[in-house]
């Protein structure tokens, strides 16, 4: 078993991330400091602000120490390299607490959200996709093709503004917003659970609807191919049942399926973005929008770094899963 | 037959959650009214959909731009505080007086008043406060930007309950700018602090104010407050306030989300069919306004060419189109006409397109090109970029500027960007025009006396006003010198106010009543209708929270849909499998 584990490939591949994750540390150093409007900005507030704010230049001045801002940029740069090791992103310039207490409490909300949603839309992706493929040019493949890809087609916060209206408003079956009931007092674990899961239900039917036509046109298109293989019309000459066969077919298939999820992750993130924004689901898409407009650094890279090295995680995993299934993928 | 299976699942899928959505909704509301007793008046309320977190409540921790401030006052008592009239109404000091030469206040300050830990409040209370926010605070954005302490000489206190306050220059709004703004803060806690914009300890939210706070949840973006038994101006009419982040502010206040929240007109608008919905408005004091770049560009540094383009803009009907008469069109000396400082006697721009284009044409721009646009003397096309933040009722605005110039023969090139890109492209100079919105305060000192720095404009008679007006004690002389102030600025349009944006709110009839817009606003200007004497002399209407959880559960019951969409998902599969049973 292990002789299909090919360890070159694993360093290799790992090196190649690990750079890639250096690259992303420093393109999030300096990206926002070319922006226009400059940290202090936020600290101030400005004149569009709800009040303008007075402050004289020492105070500034005081400032731009406290924050080390007046620091050259290459020493700002050294600095944050040797403090994003030890996972110290300093403090929010917006929430003045560390960024790491910020993100440690929105970060479970959008693993759960955007992990059920991966799942969810993989596994019906996939579902639909094969049987849409072995129902190939029939009307029900017409009708999944033409149905599905409406999904992605509309654009995310319109989806959920529906979702909100038809099942959150008119029928009054889901919360439409936030993650739990505050201060809702639980008698026990489960009313948490459900809780939480009724929070849960529309923003991720939401997002897997978004997400799932991905997955289901590259099965369908993958299973497709497969099925003109000689050893489909073997299995089915043989007699095996219909699921047997596509098991195989599946099994086949599931390579490039593998790797089409784990690249979907980056994709998701923006998606998880909207529907976060839109049903205001505490996680790390509404707190990067919100770092965003207030030009919160500390908080938009540590936010940045901590989920492009979960994506960049996946993908390695993916990667290596790949290699796994299928022998060559690691012999390039 | 494997069609059938992958549907079949699909299909207990949507029958599971069917049925089970309403589950999970009738079970949470069946716990919250177990757990809640039969006397626990509760309120929620909503603020804004853009962001329901505004930063731990307390005095140097509150987040400097939006309601944090708001917040914090419901745990924290300043001297006086403004009341539904707008005049000062005594909280931590009973009565006060002025000395003749306006240098010197007197506070008199209540005898038996404890901080929520029960800790006596005395005068070496206040005294701390002033010293800690002068010296500590100062650094801080919330000290530099809300605590104006600049005026303040020395505190000192004659006796226990008496505090002088020397100031180092006449100054006239400092009710309403320092002795109704600063929170005063509990002398035990806070002298051994000694970063007071990190300090978030429980403690830091213990104050004299009507509430006391239970929880902030800055990940959830909730604020869950206790009514303070023994605060001084009576108990509170409720016992828990709470403050929950909503998506959408009508949806909320229809389904009994939330009991309150503050709206925009159009939301309003969406609430008329609600009976049960007190609707109130007041006024803003938030202007949109078209901003030039003065000292920069020397085509608008001309007087008359920047009276030309505010004869070619008509501010009413830009107001209709963009706030749909949730707001009053712009006034030419900049103070909104709801103002007790408005001037009605100053020169107004009325809408007149042939004036500006005399006015043009008199300074040398009376070439037209082919394409409509007038041509500088040199030849140049008559143009002008106009920066403006892209959220839509400024793109709304730009846009009507940009067609009410180009029928005067003025070229506009529309340049949107966010908040920030936008302030520091006008911070650097870098703009013609720009569209410009934000609060401006109520008194004359903080809405008129930046004006030179905020417009680039430099007019030594305004400078002399500012600063005298500041210091001038009696009310009917600054009066004069603010309408002068006013009169200048119509003269000179250093900026061309376009509309003032009203505020609303709506609350739940059948349980509060007795919200109230502050004339003159709340923290030195914040209008709001979250002013906390609200909660003392309000009106609690509802029953007891239990029966109020019936009445949400029947109005909006879940278990009335499910019948409906699990006979639909029924007929559904009916279809399917006859339609399979055919080929």
Known sequence: MSDRVQWGHVLSRGLEYALTFFLILTVNFFLPRFMPGGPLLSVLGSQSADLPVVIDDETKSRLMDYYHLNDPLHLQFVHYLIDAAHLDFGYSIFYNVPVVDVISGRLPWTLLLMGTALLLSTVLGILLGLESSWNREKRLDNLLLIVIPLFRSVPVFFLGSIFIFLFGYRLGLFPVSGALTPYMDYQDFSSMVKDVASHLVLPLACLSAFEMPGTYLLVRNVCSQQLERPYVLMDIARGLKDRHVKRHILLNSIGPVVNQVAAMLGFMVGGTLFVETVFSYPGMGLLVYNAFIERDYPVLQGAFVFMSLFVLTCNYAADIVCSYIDGRAGQE | ??????????????????????????????????????????????????????????????????????????????????????????????????????????????????????????????????????????????????????????????????????????????????????????????????????????????????????????????????????????????????????????????????????????????????????????????????????????????????????????????????????????????????????????????????????????????????????????????????????????????????????????????????????????????????????????????????????????????????????????????????????????????????????????????????????????????PTEYNKLVFIYGEWKGQSTASEKNNTASTNSPSMNAPGILTAVMAFAVVLMLYRQKR
């Open chain 2, 1 to 526: 037959m494997k069609v059938e299976k992958v549907f079949s699942v699909l299909l207990s899928f949507f029958i599971i959650s069917s049925v089970f959505g309403p589950l999970f909704l009738s079970s949470a509301a069946a716990t919250a009214e177990n757990t809640v007793e039969e006397s626990n008046r509760v309120f929620k309320a909503t603020w804004g959909a853009s962001g329901g977190d505004w930063g731990f409540p307390s005095p140097l921790t509150f987040y400097p731009r939006g309601p944090g401030y708001v917040m914090t006052s419901f745990c924290f008592d300043s001297l006086v505080w403004p009341d539904e009239t707008g005049n000062f109404t005594g909280l931590l000091a009973s009565s006060w007086e002025n000395s003749p030469d306006g240098l010197t206040w007197t506070f008199y300050l209540r005898e038996n008043v404890t901080w929520h830990d029960g800790e006596p409040f005395t005068a070496d209370d206040v005294i701390f406060t002033y010293d800690y926010i002068q010296g500590k605070a100062a650094i801080s954005p919330i000290g530099a930007g809300w605590y104006n302490t600049a005026v303040i000489e020395s505190v000192e206190a004659p006796d226990k309950y008496t505090v002088r306050i020397k100031l180092n220059r006449p100054y006239a709004p400092f009710m309403q700018q320092v002795a109704a703004v600063i929170p005063i803060m509990p002398e035990h806690i806070w002298k051994d602090v000694s970063d007071p914009t990190k300090y978030m300890d429980d403690k830091a939210a213990i104050g004299t104010g009507p509430f006391i706070l239970e929880d902030y949840n800055k990940d959830q973006q909730s604020y869950k407050y206790s009514a303070n038994e023994n605060y001084f101006l009576g108990k509170p009419v409720i016992d828990t306030l709470i403050f929950v982040k909503s998506t959408d502010p009508v949806i909320s206040l229809k389904v009994g989300d939330a009991d309150e929240a503050s709206l925009t007109l159009d939301q309003v608008q969406a609430l008329k069919d609600s009976e049960n919905m007190k609707v109130i408005q007041g006024p803003g004091y938030w202007v949109y306004r078209l901003r030039f770049n003065i000292p920069a560009n020397s085509i608008l540094e001309n007087t008359e060419i920047r009276k030309a383009i505010y004869h070619s803009l008509d501010c009413e009907e830009i107001q209709n189109k963009v706030l749909h008469g949730g707001g009053v069109a712009g006034s030419a000396g900049y103070v909104p006409p709801y103002s007790g400082w408005y001037n009605s006697d100053v020169t107004q721009y009325a809408y007149d397109p042939e004036a500006a284009g005399k006015i043009l044409d008199e300074a040398g721009y009376d070439e037209v090109g082919s394409d409509g646009i007038r041509l500088t003397p040199d030849g140049e096309k008559l143009e002008f970029q106009l920066l403006y933040t892209s959220d839509q009722q400024n793109q709304r605005i730009a846009e009507l500027v940009q067609s009410y110039l180009k029928n005067v023969g003025i070229g506009v090139v529309l340049k949107p960007g966010d908040t920030k890109t936008v302030d520091g492209l006008v911070n650097a100079g870098n703009f013609d025009l720009a569209i410009y919105s934000h609060g401006t305060s109520t008194d004359p000192e903080r809405m008129l006396n930046s004006f030179p720095v905020s417009t680039g404009w430099n007019n030594t008679e305004f400078a002399s006003l500012a600063n005298q007006q500041m210091s001038t004690l009696d009310e009917g002389e600054r009066k004069e010198l603010v309408d002068r102030m006013q009169v200048l600025i119509a003269e000179n349009v250093p900026t061309i106010p376009l509309l003032y944006r009203n505020v609303y709110s709506a609350c739940n009839q059948d349980k509060f009543d007795g919200f109230f817009y502050t004339p003159g606003g709340v923290g030195g200007g914040v």
